[in-house]
């Protein structure tokens, strides 16, 4: 019974380790590595070694990287087999020991019993003999005991390491469609990456292109604008200068239409004279009514004059000021068309 039960596992291990030999075979650390061959030789030569593995391609390595886990995991089950089958050694080992150990104490049994001249001294060596097959006896009992429980226990621990061994095997199988999906996506998605990154490249090139194009233009338009920066400075004395003439033209014309305003204030004294003398002399001047009401209108009309020019003027002068405050390059031409209806205006005072 007991050779049955350590045969059983023994075959067990044997069958399992037989299994997991061609993968553990690669990740195993005390086990010979493969050889791969080169990259630059591993398609056009003939002349490779037998046991050389084909090199895995750029597609696979990330593949092979994202399998780490399951790497770490299979070498954890395949260094539990290896303690499961030192122990199970261990236990063959010691039944061994103990049925030398039985055969030597029933041989030195059977030559105690010739040895022994009388019935009295068989007996007691009968008795003590008994009494030692009974301890051999029980220490065997104990011993299959522990024996039948560490069967059971390494039973139970291969029947668990099976089934995560298939369980690897299924991810294994997974893995390995996902990947084949994946190589079949990448194969067929390949010419349209390479022509995106063709037109990606091309457009790249153009867009460098342009921007050659768009530093020349920024170089020119600064260029451009520390031109005009210089003439606008060399301009700005100039301009200044203007600006003081204008000023103290602008103070002699309004000095001048305060003066204008004066004299029409007198016009306007001298008006109400005129009025109440021919009020006064109306009966006298009556043959002189048609002049006088000409002169009046005459008069009239040249006042009307020249509140229009004064309205003009004033208007003139609050547009000046307003365009005073735009772009010094529009201050010449307003300068000049101010000097001119300040000519005008001269002319008509």
């Avoid at 024996?147 to 099976?162: G, M």
């Avoid at 338009?221 to 200044?240: F, R």
């Avoid at 033209?249 to 001048?256: G, H, M, S, V």
Wanted: charged share 30%.
């Amino acid at each position: 019974m007991k050779i049955s039960i350590f045969s059983l596992v023994l075959a067990l291990a044997c069958a399992v380790s037989a299994q997991l030999a061609p993968k553990w075979y690669y990740y195993n650390p005390n086990a010979r590595l493969p050889y791969y061959a080169p990259r630059s030789t591993g398609q056009g030569s003939n002349s490779l070694r037998s046991d050389w593995l084909s090199m895995p391609s750029q597609e696979s390595e990330s593949i092979i990287v994202s399998n780490v886990g399951q790497n770490l995991n299979f070498r954890r089950l395949t260094s539990r087999m290896e303690t499961l089958e030192d122990t199970t050694e261990i236990l063959a080992r010691k039944v061994k020991d103990l049925l030398a150990q039985l055969e030597s104490t029933s041989s030195r049994f059977e030559r105690t019993m010739q040895s022994l001249a009388t019935k009295t001294e068989i007996n007691i060596m009968k008795t003590v003999t008994n009494a030692k097959f009974d301890d051999m006896k029980g220490d065997l009992t104990n011993l299959k005991t522990d024996f039948s429980k560490q069967a059971d226990a390494s039973k139970k621990d291969l029947i668990d390491t099976k089934s995560r061994l298939d369980n690897v095997n299924s991810e294994v199988v997974n893995t390995n469609i996902k990947f084949d999906r994946m190589k079949t996506e990448l194969m067929n998605t390949r010419p349209d990456i390479k022509e995106k990154l063709d037109s990606t490249k091309k457009d790249l090139i153009d867009t460098k292109t342009r921007l050659e194009g768009l530093k020349i233009d920024l170089m020119n338009t600064n260029t451009k604008i520390d031109s005009v920066m210089t003439e606008m400075a060399n301009t700005k004395p100039e301009l200044s200068a203007k600006m003081d003439a204008t000023k103290k033209d602008l103070i002699d014309t309004k000095t001048r239409l305060e003066a204008v305003k004066m004299e029409l204030a007198n016009t306007n004294s001298k008006m109400d004279g005129v009025k109440t003398e021919l009020i006064n002399t109306k009966t006298d001047l009556a043959s002189k009514l048609d002049v006088t009401k000409k002169e009046l209108i005459d008069t009239k009309t040249k006042l009307d004059d020249v509140n229009s020019d004064v309205s003009h003027t004033n208007t003139k002068l609050e547009r000046i000021r307003a365009d005073l405050s735009n772009t010094m390059v529009d201050i010449n031409m307003k300068l000049d068309a101010t000097r001119k209806d300040f000519i005008d205006i001269r002319a008509k005072i």
